[in-house]
């Protein structure tokens, strides 16, 4: 689970979710040879595969998100990607039928059929470019998520029992148990550069296995979260807490992530035993995707931790729920689901790395995915080093995310899809009136998310606003170290 697409995306077995980051970012990777969608799949497959495709590294981020927008507003913004993102599907499995038959074929294919090789590049870059941002987000929550569990107290979500009875330091960087910020990154480093270095994706895709369960826990942890907070009424009494309309694009920008299953689609849907139930199964496959990401959003919204609405828009929650803070019943839980976390990153991390290098090698290099040791190590300590460099600088998962969501939602979501319907329906004399104008919509749309996305965000305030002003860096020292006491330095 964690966003990830949600490449290596036509992999029906990594679940990239939570932690990971799913479908929500993975694009297309020729690798037959290590994936083949079993033919003759039921429905019900097709649409599993769909919906754990596209569970990703954004599903972390979506209190926050929805914090921003309001989240009533959120939830309005959020029906409007799903429907655009399920529709441009439908239009790639709609032109890609003459494709479908070739075991390789994918969307940098049909791209290339309609627009050559820049099509092609185009696509290629792009794809990357998402993934690449994908590793960035599991390099940062796996770094978190070990800092967190080294540094605090089991009552506050962490293993450091010398900390337990200490009540004298207010960071997570002055715990006894605490090593310095900058380590933290390179033993994420130590255990995934091995793995990203391997010749076959085959060890990493049965280390992947476990993502469905870690998806789990962690939407386990985030309702049980909502019912022990319960509900805060101010969520409906504020307005500006339920609508904000100058910062509701970052929805936009993260749902396109969220929903970026286009690179993959058609290696997924080309396993259907009953291609006739393909537009079903696809609608499912959203509509699934579309509620647990909602509920995730919404849910820490309308019953925040400890009723601390302002927490949500913290420079915490922009890295993830499990940086808030939270009661002391549920210190076991956020354990669990931080392990869990740190157990996806830790597994999707490496995959995103070998995507990149792999698809690097094939298209342009040495033309097959494993030219040998010395190029493979090289490669991946490049792309290691521009993970590691962002992460250091403290760049927020949210930032990352949504500008990569709008980024390569604006080619393969909106953009690709749309001109392949203008030329097809042009060369077939049916480009009416009303085709051009969907055309167009797609396209503004997406340049639209792109542009919302250089905008600065315009926190929620109200001048009749009951909430207290609480920051999770600003705190007394008190008898005990509550769990508002404790700051997680990104």
Same mark, same amino acid.
């Not at 754990?52 to 921003?68: A, D, H, I, K, R």
């Not at 627009?115 to 092609?120: A, L, S, W």
């Not at 033993?187 to 990203?196: E, H, Q, S």
């Given at each position: 689970?964690?966003?990830?697409?949600?490449?290596?995306?036509?992999?029906?077995?990594?679940?990239?979710?939570?932690?990971?980051?799913?479908?929500?970012?993975?694009?297309?990777?020729?690798?037959?040879?290590?994936?083949?969608?079993?033919?003759?799949?039921?429905?019900?497959?097709?649409?599993?595969?769909?919906?754990?495709?596209?569970?990703?590294?954004?599903?972390?981020?979506?209190?926050?998100?929805?914090?921003?927008?309001?989240?009533?507003?959120?939830?309005?913004?959020?029906?409007?990607?799903?429907?655009?993102?399920?529709?441009?599907?439908?239009?790639?499995?709609?032109?890609?039928?003459?494709?479908?038959?070739?075991?390789?074929?994918?969307?940098?294919?049909?791209?290339?059929?309609?627009?050559?090789?820049?099509?092609?590049?185009?696509?290629?870059?792009?794809?990357?470019?998402?993934?690449?941002?994908?590793?960035?987000?599991?390099?940062?929550?796996?770094?978190?998520?070990?800092?967190?569990?080294?540094?605090?107290?089991?009552?506050?979500?962490?293993?450091?029992?010398?900390?337990?009875?200490?009540?004298?330091?207010?960071?997570?960087?002055?715990?006894?148990?605490?090593?310095?910020?900058?380590?933290?990154?390179?033993?994420?480093?130590?255990?995934?550069?091995?793995?990203?270095?391997?010749?076959?994706?085959?060890?990493?895709?049965?280390?992947?296995?476990?993502?469905?369960?870690?998806?789990?826990?962690?939407?386990?942890?985030?309702?049980?979260?909502?019912?022990?907070?319960?509900?805060?009424?101010?969520?409906?009494?504020?307005?500006?807490?339920?609508?904000?309309?100058?910062?509701?694009?970052?929805?936009?920008?993260?749902?396109?992530?969220?929903?970026?299953?286009?690179?993959?689609?058609?290696?997924?849907?080309?396993?259907?035993?009953?291609?006739?139930?393909?537009?079903?199964?696809?609608?499912?496959?959203?509509?699934?995707?579309?509620?647990?990401?909602?509920?995730?959003?919404?849910?820490?919204?309308?019953?925040?931790?400890?009723?601390?609405?302002?927490?949500?828009?913290?420079?915490?929650?922009? $890295?993830?729920?499990?940086?808030?803070?939270?009661?002391?019943?549920?210190?076991?839980?956020?354990?669990?689901?931080?392990?869990?976390?740190?157990?996806?990153?830790?597994?999707?991390?490496?995959?995103?790395?070998?995507?990149?290098?792999?698809?690097?090698?094939?298209?342009?290099?040495?033309?097959?995915?494993?030219?040998?040791?010395?190029?493979?190590?090289?490669?991946?300590?490049?792309?290691?080093?521009?993970?590691?460099?962002?992460?250091?600088?403290?760049?927020?998962?949210?930032?990352?995310?949504?500008?990569?969501?709008?980024?390569?939602?604006?080619?393969?979501?909106?953009?690709?899809?749309?001109?392949?319907?203008?030329?097809?329906?042009?060369?077939?004399?049916?480009?009416?009136?009303?085709?051009?104008?969907?055309?167009?919509?797609?396209?503004?749309?997406?340049?639209?998310?792109?542009?919302?996305?250089?905008?600065?965000?315009?926190?929620?305030?109200?001048?009749?606003?009951?909430?207290? $002003?609480?920051?999770?860096?600003?705190?007394?020292?008190?008898?005990?170290?509550?769990?508002?006491?404790?700051?997680?330095?990104?």
């Amino acid at each position: 689970p964690l966003e990830p697409p949600d490449a290596l995306c036509h992999s029906p077995v990594l679940p990239l979710a939570p932690g990971a980051t799913g479908s929500s970012t993975l694009p297309m990777l020729r690798m037959s040879e290590n994936f083949q969608h079993a033919q003759g799949t039921s429905s019900i497959g097709i649409i599993f595969t769909l919906w754990n495709t596209m569970m990703g590294s954004t599903l972390l981020v979506m209190p926050y998100t929805f914090q921003q927008a309001g989240w009533l507003l959120a939830l309005a913004c959020s029906v409007i990607c799903a429907i655009i993102a399920q529709f441009t599907c439908g239009l790639i499995l709609n032109y890609a039928q003459g494709l479908m038959a070739n075991p390789s074929a994918e969307f940098a294919d049909l791209a290339s059929m309609h627009f050559g090789e820049v099509g092609r590049l185009v696509t290629f870059l792009t794809g990357n470019i998402v993934v690449l941002a994908a590793a960035v987000s599991m390099h940062k929550y796996s770094s978190d998520m070990l800092q967190s569990l080294i540094a605090f107290p089991p009552r506050h979500g962490g293993f450091c029992y010398a900390a337990d009875g200490d009540v004298h330091w207010q960071k997570v960087t002055d715990s006894p148990c605490a090593v310095p910020s900058l380590l933290y990154p390179l033993i994420v480093l130590a255990v995934v550069l091995p793995l990203a270095n391997l010749p076959s994706i085959r060890l990493l895709a049965k280390l992947n296995t476990v993502g469905v369960f870690c998806f789990m826990i962690i939407l386990g942890f985030a309702y049980a979260s909502a019912a022990v907070a319960g509900i805060e009424m101010d969520a409906f009494r504020q307005p500006h807490l339920a609508r904000n309309p100058a910062s509701a694009g970052i929805v936009f920008g993260i749902f396109s992530l969220s929903f970026f299953i286009h690179n993959a689609v058609m290696t997924i849907m080309r396993g259907a035993a009953r291609p006739s139930n393909n537009r079903r199964d696809l609608f499912i496959a959203f509509a699934l995707t579309w509620l647990c990401y909602v509920s995730m959003g919404v849910s820490a919204n309308i019953c925040p931790p400890l009723h601390d609405l302002e927490a949500l828009g913290s420079d915490e929650a922009k $890295n993830g729920l499990l940086a808030l803070q939270q009661p002391a019943e549920m210190a076991p839980m956020l354990v669990l689901a931080r392990v869990a976390v740190l157990i996806q990153s830790l597994t999707v991390y490496p995959v995103l790395l070998f995507i990149v290098r792999s698809q690097l090698f094939t298209a342009f290099i040495f033309h097959r995915p494993y030219p040998g040791p010395l190029p493979t190590f090289i490669i991946s300590c490049a792309q290691a080093a521009i993970t590691t460099t962002l992460v250091e600088l403290g760049v927020n998962i949210s930032d990352v995310l949504k500008v990569a969501g709008a980024g390569g939602g604006l080619v393969c979501v909106f953009g690709l899809p749309a001109l392949i319907h203008a030329k097809v329906s042009h060369e077939k004399g049916e480009l009416t009136l009303l085709r051009a104008i969907v055309v167009l919509l797609l396209i503004a749309f997406g340049l639209f998310t792109v542009v919302m996305q250089l905008i600065p965000s315009a926190e929620p305030s109200s001048a009749n606003s009951t909430l207290p $002003n609480v920051s999770l860096h600003n705190f007394s020292n008190s008898s005990a170290l509550s769990p508002s006491e404790v700051s997680l330095r990104h």
